[in-house]
């Protein structure tokens, strides 16, 4: 028996969350979801929408639980990968996760904003196993783009060829 692909775990994870991230992801803007520079791939911010709804908006600690924030970090970094599928053709073509940020709009008392983004180096890890280890920064901010309670952008670096 062989072992799941990465996109068979992502979409795994994605049918858990009840969610799914089929088709295109599309962006609202002038500029590009993902842009390559020879093997590294930088991806903007994505937000946790799917289809065209941000399903969890609002401020943690406030209008948003931890487990709710955790959610949109998990559903954020499911976007990045599809982004990274459609660019790179399949998950496989990434070599190594090397950075991840993540936004957390909250309260000014709300300091668990590290534990919204281990919410998406866990399924990090679990699609990619060692290769989805990254550095990263978890910052709270007052605001984001659609009242998004969670943004998350990502560095990686995709195989040669």
């Not at 996760?97 to 993540?102: D, E, G, Q, T, Y």
């Not at 550095?135 to 998004?148: D, F, I, Q």
Request: net charge negative; with cysteine.
């Amino acid at each position: 028996m062989t072992a799941p692909t990465r996109q068979a775990i992502a979409d795994q994870i994605a049918a858990e969350l009840g969610h799914s991230f089929e088709g295109e992801i599309r962006i609202g803007g002038h500029y590009a979801s993902a842009v390559r520079d020879g093997r590294i791939v930088y991806l903007s911010g994505q937000v946790p929408r799917v289809g065209s709804t941000v399903v969890v908006t609002g401020r943690v600690g406030e209008a948003v639980s931890l487990d709710q924030a955790r959610l949109a970090a998990q559903i954020c970094t499911l976007r990045a990968l599809a982004i990274l599928r459609q660019t790179l053709g399949s998950l496989d073509a990434v070599e190594k996760m090397l950075r991840v940020i993540v936004y957390t709009q909250s309260t000014p008392d709300f300091t668990q904003q590290s534990e919204v983004a281990d919410a998406a180096s866990d399924l990090l890890h679990r699609v990619f196993g060692e290769a989805g280890v990254h550095t990263r920064t978890s910052v709270g901010v007052y605001s984001l783009p659609k009242n998004a309670a969670v943004e998350l952008d990502m560095i990686v670096a995709a195989r040669e060829g």
